[in-house]
């Protein structure tokens, strides 16, 4: 399964080959990706974060200028193309003959979108105008293109698509930063859209919130809340989710709870689970009765049957004999389970040095590698040729924190001078539209990038 080919067991290593003296390269033919960051994460314990924050209570942290230490090595944009960190899930979405079985899918997929973010406390940073990022994966099946197309308000543009031409996956995210005295809250704006090619559907839906707590004092913690509303614009199916906020004693810390219903709003499933570990579906009666059945302590609670995942496993695949159990981390389901349930999605365990690299996962620890040659082919533009990322990443923090004022500080004198001239930005990917499913103002892919035409770009760097 493609889902397998992120999170390689490092035990297995013998069994690959270097093709050309550079490009590792498995048994199979697959590309082996990078497995850790050059360097380990740096300590936050010096720094004090209410120095700063206090200056910033109610106001709208895009327009804020924060040191490097609040970051992680990655460009928003990269952040962004970890949504195809799953896409195992699409592809399960495109094979499904049954719309409801399609809709199970792409609800899971919707969740795991942001199941990478659990313990993800650094910021991204702020993609300069111009800047994109592009990902192909062959041995996933897709390839990945995104811009930030406005710098105030910060708008980062995304377009992806299968290399079956079986998905098309694109949107525009403009995340709303506020600091409310103990936590940052993140409202996201703008649509996410997939179209299923061959069934000729599309789906739209927004993210939940996220807030970080404990931003002053205190072991820093991440949650998701609101409600998200999927929308089959073809059969008229909606999928709502309930991103629980954690509430006063934390019993509803993670918790996703919603149902499936069809266009006369008829329930035809519960979804239910945690946006941290696992999503699972059931028949509505059955979810009634055992709730009912619950309260009056009929049942008896139980978590989710499966015991410890193993980190190369994904979704229902569960092997509980494996050679090589005792090398990989394991995860314990700690939500209840309803019997009779099906799993829709389990999250792929991290590198068991992920605490030592900003929490990354497996996928998120390969976006930012950059092979030899690779810059010969890679727009100018490219969140990997960042040089405050990239000296980040390889731990030269003073390095980075000098590179990253030096951009920041070209951004203002190039948009200073295109006033001067009275010369307004033009996006070089995108353009400004109508999404074609919710009639709202969105960004759509202009096309040609992969034709690798780099003579325009913008000199940011």
């Known amino acids: 399964k493609v889902t397998e080919m992120l999170d390689l067991d490092p035990h297995q290593s013998n069994r690959t080959e270097k093709h050309n003296g550079e490009t590792e390269i498995q048994e199979n033919g697959i590309k082996r990706h990078r497995t850790s960051l050059p360097a380990p994460m740096f300590s936050r314990s010096d720094f004090s974060v209410w120095s700063i924050l206090k200056k910033c209570i109610g106001l709208e942290l895009s327009k804020i200028t924060m040191p490097i230490v609040f970051n992680e090595p990655l460009s928003f944009l990269q952040r962004i193309t970890e949504y195809m960190e799953h896409i195992y899930l699409i592809n399960k979405a495109c094979s499904h003959a049954d719309p409801l079985e399609r809709m199970q899918a792409v609800a899971a997929f919707a969740v795991s979108a942001v199941a ?27 390839r990945f293109i995104s811009e930030q197309v406005s710098h105030h ?53 927004t993210n939940p919130t996220c807030c970080v707590h404990n931003v002053i004092i205190g072991k820093l913690w991440l949650e998701q809340y609101g409600t998200v509303e999927i929308v089959n614009h073809s059969t008229g199916d909606k999928c709502v989710l309930n991103f629980k906020p954690c509430g006063l004693f934390g019993k509803e810390l993670h918790r996703v709870e919603g149902y499936i219903q069809d266009k006369n709003k008829k329930k035809l499933c519960v979804i239910y689970g945690k946006w941290t570990e696992c999503l699972w579906c059931t028949d509505p009666t059955t979810y009634e009765t055992y709730k009912k059945n619950e309260k009056r302590g009929e049942c008896q609670p139980a978590l989710m049957s499966g015991g410890p995942v193993k980190a190369h496993l994904s979704e229902d695949v569960i092997k509980s004999e494996n050679d090589e159990a005792d090398d990989m981390p394991e995860v314990q389901d700690t939500v209840q389970f309803v019997p009779g349930s099906k799993l829709l999605w389990r999250i792929n365990c991290r590198p068991p040095n992920s605490s030592q690299m900003y929490n990354f996962t497996s996928f998120a620890v390969s ?26 990443e390889n731990g030269n923090m003073d390095v980075a924190s000098k590179e990253k004022e030096r951009l920041e500080e070209k951004q203002r004198a190039a948009r200073k001078e295109r006033a001067k001239d009275e010369v307004e930005w033009q996006t070089r990917w995108f353009h400004q539209g109508t999404n074609p499913y919710t009639g709202t103002s969105d960004w759509l892919y202009s096309g040609g990038y992969f034709d690798r035409n780099f003579s325009d770009c913008p000199d940011i760097y």
């Open 367 to 392: 976006l930012n590698e950059l092979e030899k040659g690779m810059e010969a082919i890679l727009a100018p533009t490219d969140c990997r040729l960042r040089p405050d990322i990239r000296n980040m």
């Open 153 to 205: 308000p910060p708008i980062s543009a995304f377009y992806s698509e299968g290399l079956n031409k079986d998905f098309i996956f694109h949107g525009s995210i403009y995340p709303k930063l506020k600091f409310w005295g103990k936590s940052i809250e993140a409202e996201p704006r703008g649509t996410i859209t997939l179209e299923l090619l061959k069934h000729n559907e599309a789906y739209t839906w």
């Open 116 to 142: 990478s973010q659990w313990e993800r406390t650094g910021k991204p940073f702020n993609p300069l105008l111009g800047e994109t990022y592009e990902l192909t994966r062959e041995d996933l099946g897709f």
